[in-house]
């Protein structure tokens, strides 16, 4: 189920109307979206995108370079020259794609049609850069994607668009955003482009009394509860997979569970006891209702393993401090 803008609807490749567009962004996702553009015809003028490590060309800026267009090579537009160089382009519409800084006011003013964003949830719904672990991890049955344009809030700003996608049972943010929320986000983006350039692209405010804000989930809120029931104890579990890993506790050492699966089940088994091992490498955990298959384990500073590696049989693992 998807709800579509106002008038909306996909602008064809022979439209006339173009704007001139500034991508901002990093990584493949950004990449991507700059291809994506320039494939449906979108007149590109500048890239900003920051500087990979170790000074390495960031996969958008990368692909710029290549295209022929002006690359920004920055970790942050609040620099005056970063923001003059931004200006030069003359950008009638920002497309921020994967990008984590909030932006100054100087920014939003600089492209007169204004800026839109991709957020990888239904806004007011998990505002904040953590929006698919918190989905999963709270047991919601849905999320989705949003295009919104940018104000000087976080996620704050009208809505352009949005896509609802179902969360599946044994989904973990790696298989709902590289499946799904990925490659929706990329066309929804190309989308909202062609929306605004065709002068029907609305902005329907978010209520934010619906409005929830989660943190970035980090360390602190890995640690698994093995007094919570199966299901949340999995939906936790799943909403830190693959960042930043749940996290438990053996014999005052930290162990990062990945790659679990729930089965129902019943026993007095303490939870967070190992029951046993399987063929496939992996270990079996008591917990209430049920028993968790952990296929992969990892130690901090060590790479994944199979689970059965590094537990055995009558281990107890415990909730981390």
Known sequence: MSSRPAGGGRAGRGREARVRVGVVGQAAFGRDVLEALL???EEV??????????????PLAGAASEAG??????GSLREPAPLEELRSWAPELLVFAFVTEIVTRDV???PRHGTIQYHPSLLPRHRGRSAM????????PVTGLTIFWVDEGVDTGPVLLQREVPIGPDDTVGSLYFDRLYPMGVEALVEAVALVAAGRAPRIEQDDALATYEPAMGRRHASVDWSRAARPLYDHIR???PQPGASASLHGLEIR???AALSPASGRTPPGTVLARTEAGAVEVAVIGGVLTVGRAQRPGERKRPAAELLQPGDRLERTA
């Open 39 to 41: 494939s449906a015809g």
């Open 45 to 58: 003028v500048g890239v900003s995108a920051p500087l990979a490590p170790e000074g390495a060309a960031d």
């Open 69 to 74: 267009i002006p690359v920004l090579d920055t």
């Open 108 to 110: 939003l003013a600089v």
């Open 133 to 140: 672990n918190w989905a999963i991890a709270s047991g919601d």
């Open 239 to 241: 909403g830190c997979d």
């Open 257 to 259: 569970l990945f790659d």
